[in-house]
C-alpha cells in the first residue's frame, strides 16, 4: 500500500514562509504525478498545487498562484512545498497524493497562520 508521509508544517506569522515535505513509499515514484491538498477547518479538501513524474509541469490553485512553489527530488522520493507569503486564509492541514488521489490519505501537516 502507498504510503505518504507530510512534514514541515507549523505556526507562522502572516507573511512568513514554510516548507512542507511529503515522502512517498512503495510506489515507481518517478511515474507518478503528485499534488498538494489542503483542508481548511469546516471546508473540502482542495488541490492546492501538483507536478507532473517527470517535474516538468506543475499546477496551482488561484489562491496560492505566485506565493507557493512545488518541486519534486525522485531520487529521494520526496516532493516540496515552499510556501511564500502565508496568509491566515492557508491555514489547513496540508496532505500529498497522487493525482488524482488515492483514497488512502496520510495524517497530514498542519500549518497555522496567525500573529
Known amino acids: 500500500q502507498v504510503q505518504f508521509v507530510e512534514s514541515g508544517g507549523g505556526l507562522v506569522q502572516p507573511g512568513g514562509s514554510l516548507r512542507l515535505s511529503c515522502a512517498a513509499s512503495?510506489?515507481?515514484?518517478?511515474?507518478?504525478?503528485i499534488g498538494w491538498y489542503r483542508q481548511a477547518p469546516g471546508k473540502q479538501r482542495e488541490l492546492a498545487a501538483r507536478?507532473?513524474?517527470?517535474?516538468?509541469?506543475?499546477y496551482y490553485a488561484d489562491s496560492v498562484k505566485g506565493r507557493f512553489t512545488i518541486s519534486r527530488d525522485n531520487a529521494k522520493n520526496t516532493v516540496y512545498l515552499q510556501m511564500d507569503s502565508l496568509r491566515p486564509e492557508d491555514t489547513a492541514v496540508y496532505y500529498c497524493n497522487l493525482f488524482p488521489p488515492l483514497d488512502s490519505w496520510g495524517q497530514g501537516t498542519q500549518v497555522t497562520v496567525s500573529s
Open positions: 512503495r510506489i515507481p515514484f518517478n511515474i507518478y504525478g
Open positions: 507536478v507532473t513524474g517527470g517535474g516538468d509541469s506543475v
